[in-house]
């Protein structure tokens, strides 16, 4: 096209006609400019299908990664729940004087703790490759309260459990228990004298009160991952 329109200027030179000339030369370059503007608008939309197919993969990788914490947390929050209900049966147990073998079993299930541990490999990755790839602006602020905020919320609770078993429990084991298996029982070497003990409601108190800390963080972070998944649905249409 852009040679007929050379030839055409010759001519047209050629034959001096000067305004015809113009005329010629200066479609050429519209024509020149249009063709330059097409490549931008193919480049831009392969750029725009490429971020796109990136943004759908790390979304799924992520969720990927979610369905895991959701997994681990609920455990964790079922288990904080049971330890809650066990502690006040104990303490409502022991106030009727009723030292019985039930104690122990519930006892396996209060002084213990849990631990967990996030997958956030593929939100590590979206980071190195910027947030914003993500379209969403609410999903971009969940992901990162979710990651940054919740998890560390979490975090914190449950190891305020783990360090009072450590600190408050572990010692009493060693000294006032005759038997001990993990999550399964606690046996007093005498029960009477044992829950008779100011200290022993004060220690099943304040461990219930972490407990409690950790149920309110664990269900902001399961709800802020019940919104991230939502988010992505939304995003994904």
């Known amino acids: 096209m852009i ?4 030839n055409i200027r010759k001519n047209l030179l050629a034959q ?3 305004t015809k000339y113009l005329k010629y030369a200066i479609g050429e370059i519209i024509l020149v400019v249009i063709g330059i503007l097409i490549a931008l608008s193919i480049n831009n939309w392969n750029d725009i299908r490429k971020n796109q197919k990136y943004e759908q ?18 455990d964790r929050l079922l288990k904080a729940k049971e330890a809650i209900e066990l502690t006040n049966r104990l ?12 104690l122990n ?4 299930k209060i002084i213990t703790f849990e631990r967990f541990t996030s997958q956030s490999s593929a939100f590590e990755v979206l980071k190195s490759k910027g947030i914003e790839t993500i379209s969403d602006n609410d999903l971009q602020l969940a ?3 979710y990651y940054d905020e919740d998890l560390s919320g979490v975090y914190q609770a449950l190891n305020d459990v783990e360090q009072s078993f450590k600190v408050d429990w572990f010692p009493v084991i060693k000294a006032e228990f005759s038997d001990f298996k993990w999550r399964a029982y606690c046996v007093p070497t005498d029960s009477k004298a044992f829950f008779q003990k100011a200290s022993t409601l004060t220690f099943f108190n304040f461990y219930k009160d972490n407990r409690y800390g950790s149920v309110h963080n664990i269900e902001l972070a399961l709800e802020k991952i019940s919104k991230i998944k ?4 939304k995003n994904s249409r």
């Not at 079993?105 to 396996?108: E, V």
């Not at 939502?230 to 649905?233: A, E, F, R």
């Open 3 to 6: 040679k007929l329109f050379r």
């Open 230 to 233: 939502n988010l992505s649905k």
């Open 16 to 18: 001096g006609k000067t």
């Open 57 to 74: 993969d790390i979304l799924f990788l992520i969720n990927q990664n979610l369905d895991n914490d959701s997994i681990q947390l609920t």
């Open 105 to 108: 079993f519930w006892m396996g």
């Open 91 to 102: 303490v409502a147990q022991v106030a009727t004087e009723n030292y019985g073998d039930s």
């Open 143 to 145: 992901l990162i309260s």
